[in-house]
């Protein structure tokens, strides 16, 4: 069975930063395109960065490029979004997600896997 677990959520000031982490298993992790979606409360879910199988293709939402940065570790099949300058509006439950597809995409239907989410809140 699937299973992807977020975790390094918390309070920060705006201003901050956090690292959160996926942790994955179940799945063939290297042949996973991983990726982050966040949900805001009255919003849809919203698709801020993804990799590619090895980590050598990223893609980000404008609204965090520069801030956000993704990476991947395939021997701990782990997942992490480094998250820095972050904003009030940047508070939103993040989620960890994966498809077995190369292609990134910013569609959450195109997904497959889903993790529980981490909620990250950031004071202003």
């Known amino acids: 069975q699937v299973l992807l677990v977020e975790s390094g959520g918390g309070l920060v000031q705006a201003g901050g930063s956090l690292r959160l982490s996926c942790a994955a298993s179940?799945?063939?992790?290297?042949?996973?395109?991983m990726g982050w979606f966040r949900q805001a409360p009255g919003r849809e879910r919203e698709f801020v960065a993804a990799?590619?199988?090895?980590?050598?293709?990223?893609n980000y939402t404008d609204s965090v490029k520069g801030r956000f940065t993704i990476s991947r570790d395939n021997t701990r099949n782990t997942v992490f979004l480094q998250m820095n300058s972050l904003k009030p509006e940047d508070t939103a439950v993040y989620y960890c997600?994966?498809?077995?597809?190369?292609?990134?995409?910013?569609?959450?239907?195109?997904?497959?896997?889903w993790g529980q989410g981490t909620q990250v809140t950031v004071s202003s």
């Open positions: 990799s590619s199988w090895l980590g050598g293709t990223t």
């Open positions: 997600a994966g498809r077995r597809p190369t292609l990134i995409t910013r569609f959450s239907n195109d997904w497959s896997y």
């Open positions: 179940g799945l063939p992790f290297s042949k996973f395109t």
